[in-house]
Structure formats: structure tokens, C-alpha cells
């Protein structure tokens, strides 16, 4: 547990708030997941043209890229195991190129089967305080006695 | 005319032994309440936040960040939870929870407070193609009120519809303040109530545990139920506030 560089379980209170993250996600980054992901190109998240056909103003990023981005946030924050459950909604197209602001904030705590479980709001906000996806997270994280 | 000294000097004495106590007096003679009149739990569809989390944020709203909030209405889409009984945790975390509906209208979503089997009965909570000013007129005849929620949401909001040619006689009240907006919509809600000389109420529209509270309606009265808040609505003596002005 010593090298742990996450936090523990005692650590945490109800209203902590994480983050938040900026990052953009860029025409190469959306262009690069969709060709990982197996996504034949091109479609309505890399061209303007199919885009539109898709009564879109412009490509957007794919959902299942905001939620690895958004796992990415909370997973760099409590440990690559941690995450057990991401709910989210999609309120708003999320688009490229546009810095994307993802925070936390814990909402409850409980311990649950041996487990130290972790309740918490997670948000994608653009910069003028659009939301574009909102959810909760469920993480474990371990605790500083054992 | 015996009695009057005596009765001077208790006075007197009353008013000394009190003065330690001026500020709470005064506080609680002062002191407003502060609801959230707009917030979805579980039951609402596209909500994450169980009644449960909406009592804990708000303790952790009032003990560690030291606002103000005496709480909240659950507005749920397009029903009314006539089932759902909350005081057991409403009393156990000293908030006060009430139960209301948001519907979908041919002209927008409305706010309606004082949801009873009689209204249940006259309109279909459920159609979202009904007129919002027949909803106004059911609403009143049944003693609840219809508040027009975020009417300055682009393409789906009230402004729109009234710059269309719209008009809505029976409208004094609408959402001034809502915690869900973009940019420009609360100034649009703002602008309109200026117009009309409409009044507002805030609600944060929460569809998480966290965003519960970002604005709220501040009354000058009590509110203990869903009755009174009809009436003081009806009263017309409330604002809208965010969170941070409710920190005294």
C-alpha cells in the first residue's frame, strides 16, 4: 500500500470534489478511436458532410469516447481498478476540438461486502458551463488500515 | 392601576434578560425560507440522484459550505408520485421534501405545484402535446399553480413560443432562475419577466445529487406542504436567489 499514489477510503468525505480535467478531444484523437474501435470512416463523428446528414452542425465525439474519457479522469484519480459502474446521460452533442472541463463529486460513501465503495457525480462541461454528459460513478477504493 | 410598576418592571426586566438572545431574535423574525423548486430524482427518467443523496448533499450543502437551504420539491417528468411518502427522511435529515410535476406542453415544459387526484383526473400528466394554457386553467380550479419551467430555453422555451404570436392571459409566474441553463437563457427568462411584469421562482432543475440547490426561491413565510406552497406562490411574495446569496 505504500506506493499507493491514489487516495484511500478514509481519505474521502461527502462534497470532495475531483478535478476538474480539461482536455480536447481533436479531429485526429476522434479519427484515431473510431479506426481502434472498428468504426468504418467515414461517419457522422469525422465528416462534416455526414455529419450534417445527421441534422449535426458539425462532427461530434463519439459517446462511447466521452465515456472512456470521462473513466480515464476517474481511473487516473483512484487506480486502473477502481471503477465499478459509470451511469451516464448524454445531454448535449459533444464536440471536437473544444476544451472539455470532467469533474467529480462525491456524493456518498458506504462499505458494502468488504468493499469501501465511493458514490459520485461525474460531469463533461464545455467551457461556457454547457453540459454535455452528466452521470454517477461507483469506485472502490481501498482503505488504509488493511 | 396598582399593578402598572409591577408590571413596568417585569417589562423592563424582560427586555434586558432577552438582548443576549437579540440576534437569534432578530434571525429567526428575519429569517427566509429557501426551496429548491425544481429537482428530479430516480422516478424522472433521465435522473441519477435518489432522494436519499438529494438530504445528504443537502447537509452537506448547510454544515460544510454554510449556505442556506431549507429544501426541495421533486418535480418529476410527466407524472406525479402519488405513492412516494419521504417524511420518514425528510424528518430524519430535517428537510423538507415536496412532491410536484414537471409536464411537457405544446409550449414548453411547466412547473406544477399542488398536484391532486382532482387535476390527475381532468388532465393527462402524461400527454406532452397538451395546451400549457388549458394546463394553467385545470391547475387553478383544481387549487394547484402552473409555473412555465426555463422559459428561456432556446427552441423549447416559452420566449419562443410568445415571439411566435403566443399569448398566455392566465400567466403571472414563471421559472426567473434555473440552475440548468446555458449561457443566455436566465437572461432571456429575465428579459421576459421585465416585459410582463411576470414574476419568478429559481429551482436548480437537478437531475444529479450535486447540482440540488444551485438556486432556489426565497419565500418571507413557512412553507410546511405542498398546500402552502401553492399559497404562498399565490401570495407572490418570493425571489429568486442562488446558493451563494443564501449564506448570511
Not at chain 2, 388532465?123 to 402535446?129: A, E, H, M, N, Y
Not at chain 2, 388549458?134 to 410568445?162: N, Q, S, T
Request: hydrophobic content about 40%; some cysteine.
Amino acid at each position: 500500500m505504500a506506493d499507493r499514489n491514489g487516495p484511500y477510503f478514509e481519505d474521502i468525505d461527502l462534497g470532495d470534489e475531483i478535478g476538474p480535467v480539461e482536455l480536447v478531444a481533436t479531429d485526429e484523437n476522434v479519427i484515431n478511436f473510431c479506426q481502434l474501435w472498428g468504426n468504418p470512416m467515414p461517419n457522422r463523428f469525422t465528416s462534416q458532410e455526414m455529419a450534417e446528414a445527421s441534422g449535426l452542425p458539425s462532427p461530434i465525439v463519439p459517446g462511447v469516447m466521452s465515456m472512456a474519457i470521462m473513466s480515464q479522469a476517474l481511473t487516473d484519480w483512484a487506480g486502473p481498478e477502481a471503477l465499478k459502474d459509470l451511469d451516464l446521460v448524454f445531454r448535449q452533442p459533444v464536440p471536437h476540438n473544444k476544451p472539455l472541463l470532467i469533474s467529480a463529486t462525491v456524493t456518498d460513501t458506504r462499505q458494502e461486502d468488504g468493499e469501501n465503495l465511493v458514490e459520485c457525480d461525474v460531469l463533461m462541461m464545455g467551457e461556457a458551463g454547457e453540459r454535455y454528459v452528466g452521470g454517477t460513478a461507483l469506485i472502490s477504493l481501498p482503505s488504509n488500515e488493511e | 392601576m396598582c399593578d402598572r410598576p409591577f408590571w413596568g418592571q417585569w417589562r423592563h426586566r424582560s427586555i434586558l434578560q432577552a438582548l443576549p438572545f437579540a440576534p437569534i431574535i432578530l434571525e429567526l423574525i428575519l429569517r427566509r425560507m429557501y426551496l429548491d423548486l425544481h429537482s428530479h430524482s430516480v422516478s424522472s427518467d433521465d435522473s441519477r440522484a435518489t432522494v436519499e443523496q438529494y438530504v445528504k448533499w443537502v447537509h452537506v450543502l448547510r454544515s460544510k459550505r454554510g449556505y442556506t437551504i431549507d429544501g426541495f420539491v421533486l418535480t418529476e417528468h410527466r407524472k406525479f408520485d402519488f405513492d412516494k411518502d419521504y417524511s420518514q427522511l425528510a424528518a430524519e435529515y430535517d428537510v423538507l421534501i415536496m412532491k410536484a410535476s414537471e409536464l411537457d406542453t405544446r409550449y414548453g415544459h411547466v412547473l406544477v405545484y399542488g398536484v391532486n387526484e382532482g387535476l390527475a383526473k381532468d388532465i393527462d400528466l402524461g400527454d406532452v402535446k397538451m395546451d400549457a394554457r388549458e394546463l394553467m386553467k385545470a391547475a387553478r380550479h383544481h387549487g394547484a399553480i402552473a409555473v412555465p419551467a426555463h422559459p428561456g430555453r432556446f427552441g423549447i422555451g416559452l420566449v419562443d413560443y410568445m415571439e411566435q404570436g403566443e399569448a398566455f392571459p392566465d400567466l403571472h409566474i414563471v421559472e426567473r432562475v434555473n440552475g440548468g441553463s446555458r449561457a443566455g437563457e436566465n437572461e432571456r427568462a429575465d428579459a421576459l419577466c421585465q416585459e410582463h411584469n411576470f414574476l419568478g421562482t429559481g429551482g436548480s432543475d437537478a437531475h444529479l445529487a450535486s447540482h440540488l440547490g444551485s438556486c432556489v426561491t426565497s419565500f418571507p413565510t413557512e412553507v410546511r406542504d405542498e398546500r402552502q406552497l401553492v399559497e404562498a406562490l399565490l401570495a407572490g411574495d418570493f425571489t429568486p436567489v442562488w446558493l451563494k446569496d443564501t449564506n448570511p
